[in-house]
């Protein structure tokens, strides 16, 4: 019972999280569409900028792995095809995360 109530308090906790970083991004989003490529560099230059982004992505995984994995827990019902389908979730909630963080320490430094 205790790893259920972790997991709805994980989800709840960065879905709030999320929020904010979400507002801030759709807020330049409108922004970067009108940026040269150039302009779009110097933007994502910005330590906190990059930073922000790095949080935004893998908190955004993260959200969506809990939030997933409660989907497959609900309406899947074959145990093998659940287990395939929860380990590439994971994988892929990790790998993404991982490259876009080291993508903004190239870009940034």
Known sequence: MK???NHW???RVSAVVLIPIMLWF???LSKIFLFSYAD??????IKF???LICILV???LFHFRIGFGEILE?????????????????IISIIIPVVVIVLMAILVL
């Open 3 to 5: 790893k259920v109530i």
């Open 9 to 11: 308090l994980l989800h």
């Open 26 to 28: 759709l807020f330049h």
């Open 40 to 45: 779009a560099l110097q933007f994502l230059k």
């Open 49 to 51: 900028n990059a930073i």
């Open 58 to 60: 893998t908190v955004a």
């Open 74 to 90: 609900d309406y899947l019902h074959h145990e093998k095809l659940k287990k395939i389908i929860t380990t590439i979730v994971l």
